[in-house]
């Protein structure tokens, strides 16, 4: 089972636009990690929010939490043609299970 | 610090065949953990290893294996391939600690993709 759902799948945006995905879990977290893949490569780490934290910026990214909504949002502003990339949530399961659910990813794609 | 590194970064292998896939943490991680990605199923949890003991395991076949050594590294190993375990093999590592690894990030590997044919 997914523990983030990502929403939308895909975006398509003209660079300088700001792009913003949403992603909906289903449990209770501790803390919830954004993700980005470029085409079959790695995960880069973006920025990890905490449950007792609302809002957190990381250059131009903004995350957002709402935890009695079990949603999180994250917000690219003034993007570049280099941010074409899938995008993941992610949260634990559980406590102490190790285990990192991912969604399914927005794929966001950026023209020049 | 150097990332996490992954070996080898590509692979071929026949049905029938076994292989293993090596990860190196970022130094000082003490926490490891597998996950496959595939178009279908997106990423799967395979299983975590901390201080040489997995701790946590996926919904994998007893197929998949594996163990982590004294210095963090890690590796995996699938016995008897089959097709549908064509994929990409992710490796993470953490800080962890005994209390669990759920409140630290994981930081990633660039992954060894496994073609089997």
């Known amino acids: 089972s997914q523990q983030g759902e990502e929403d939308p799948q895909a975006l398509s945006i003209q660079e300088g636009e700001n792009a913003t995905m949403n992603c909906s879990y289903k449990?209770?977290?501790?803390?919830l990690q954004w993700y980005r893949q470029n085409s079959g490569r790695g995960l880069v780490h973006l920025i990890l929010?905490?449950?007792?934290?609302r809002e957190k910026h990381s250059g131009r990214l903004r995350v957002t939490l709402d935890t009695s909504k079990k949603s999180s949002s994250l917000l690219i502003t003034a993007s570049r043609a280099a941010d074409t990339a899938s995008y993941f949530c992610?949260?634990?399961?559980?406590?102490?299970?190790?285990?990192?659910?991912f969604g399914q990813g927005t794929t966001l794609q950026v023209k020049p | 610090k150097a990332g996490v590194t992954q070996t080898p970064r590509y692979l071929i292998k026949t049905r029938g065949q076994q292989v293993t896939l090596s990860c190196s943490p970022i130094?000082?991680?003490?926490?490891v953990s597998w996950y496959q990605q595939t178009p279908g199923q997106g990423l799967q949890f395979l299983f975590e290893?901390?201080?040489?003991?997995?701790?946590n395991k996926g919904n994998f076949p007893g197929r998949f294996s594996g163990r982590q050594f004294s210095n963090s590294r890690s590796e995996m190993n699938v016995s008897t391939l089959e097709l549908g375990d064509s994929a990409l093999y992710l490796c993470?590592?953490?800080?962890?600690?005994?209390?669990?690894?759920?409140?630290?990030?994981?930081?990633f590997g660039p992954g060894t993709r496994l073609t089997v044919t």
């Open positions: 290893y901390f201080s040489e003991t997995q701790r």
């Open positions: 929010i905490r449950s007792n934290e």
């Open positions: 449990t209770s977290i501790n803390n």
């Open positions: 993470a590592s953490s800080l962890g600690g005994l209390a669990g690894v759920s409140s630290y990030e994981q930081y």
């Open positions: 992610a949260a634990y399961g559980s406590s102490n299970t190790g285990k990192l659910i």
């Open positions: 130094s000082g991680h003490r926490s």
